[in-house]
């Protein structure tokens, strides 16, 4: 899905939900953003909607990702947006000669209430 900044109607990034597993009613997410989009809160915009849509529409039970250690802001929106920490792959990435860790993170749908008492 397209991150569309409203004031200027330009395209700043991305959403993508990829890699999805039916019989596991899972699936893994990505976000792009690029400068012109970065530091007003679309990340954390993009990333609730695409959440919401991940367990209200397409009724999945689990989102996970993988943000690289030298990406905190990125790993400060998956946090507020529900990710929770799983683990960490160790040296994953070789970037600019360094081995950067990748921390896996995964959000669970909630359950729905019935209104049924339990």
Request: proline share 4%; hydrophobic share 40%.
């Amino acid at each position: 899905m397209a991150i569309v900044d409203n004031d200027s109607g330009a395209c700043v990034g991305e959403a993508v939900l990829n890699d999805w597993e039916p019989a596991n009613e899972s699936c893994n997410f990505r976000i792009l953003i690029g400068p012109a989009g970065r530091g007003r809160g679309l990340g954390t915009e993009a990333t609730t909607l695409i959440l919401d849509h991940a367990f209200t529409a397409l009724r999945l039970h689990r989102v996970g990702l993988e943000v690289y250690a030298f990406n905190p802001r990125a790993r400060h929106v998956y946090e507020k947006a529900g990710f929770t920490v799983e683990g960490t792959k160790r040296d994953a990435l070789l970037f600019d000669g360094e081995r950067v860790d990748a921390i896996m993170m995964s959000v669970i749908a909630r359950p729905i209430k019935t209104g049924v008492p339990g």
